[in-house]
C-alpha cells in the first residue's frame, strides 16, 4: 500500500512540476507582453495582474508537494547538536510540517467554500476564486501525504537490522 501510494505520489509530482514550469513560463510571457503593451502601445494587458496571481498560486503550491516529500525546505543550523538529538529534532519538525500541511488544507478548504457560496471572483477578469482556493487545498493535502511517506521512509530507514553487526 506504501509503494502504491508513494508511486501515485511520484506521478502526481512529475505532473505538477510540469505545470509548474508552465505557469512559469506563462508568467514570464504575460508580464513581457504586458510590459510591452504598457510603455510601447500604451495599451496594458486587461488583467494581467490577476492572471500573473493565480499563475504565481500554480508556481508555489504546484512546488510544495515536491519540496515536502524532497525534504528540501529551508534549513538553518543555529547550533550544533549531536547526532541523537538532531534525529529527534528533525523528526519533530517533519510530523509538525504534516500536522501544518493538513491544518492548512482544512481551513484553505474552509475558505474555498465560503469563496463558493459567496460567488467571489477577481475584481477585473470576474474570474471565480473558489476553484482555485480548492486547488490550493489540494495541493496542501498531497504536501501532508508527502511529510508522511517522509516520515515513514525515514521509521523504515532507521530501523535496526535484524541482522546488526554481519557483513552485508
Excluded: W
Amino acid at each position: 500500500m506504501i509503494r502504491f501510494l508513494d508511486r501515485l505520489y511520484r506521478s502526481s509530482e512529475l505532473f505538477l512540476r510540469g505545470l509548474a514550469c508552465i505557469a512559469l513560463f506563462a508568467m514570464m510571457l504575460v508580464t513581457m507582453v504586458d510590459v510591452v503593451g504598457r510603455y510601447a502601445f500604451n495599451k496594458p494587458v486587461t488583467g494581467a495582474l490577476e492572471g500573473t496571481e493565480f499563475l504565481l498560486v500554480v508556481l508555489i503550491f504546484g512546488g510544495l508537494p515536491s519540496v515536502s516529500r524532497a525534504d528540501q525546505h529551508i534549513k538553518v543550523d543555529l547550533i550544533a547538536f549531536p547526532l541523537a538529538i538532531d534525529r529527534v529534532i528533525e523528526a519533530s519538525v517533519n510530523i509538525l510540517a504534516c500536522l501544518l500541511a493538513f491544518f492548512l488544507c482544512y481551513v484553505v478548504f474552509q475558505k474555498a467554500s465560503s469563496l463558493l457560496a459567496y460567488g467571489d471572483t477577481t475584481a477585473v477578469l470576474s474570474l471565480p476564486l473558489a476553484p482555485v482556493t480548492y486547488f490550493m487545498a489540494a495541493l496542501l493535502f498531497l504536501s501532508g501525504i508527502g511529510q508522511l511517506l517522509l516520515i515513514g521512509e525515514r521509521i523504515r530507514r532507521e530501523k535496526p537490522s535484524p541482522h546488526r553487526g554481519e557483513a552485508a
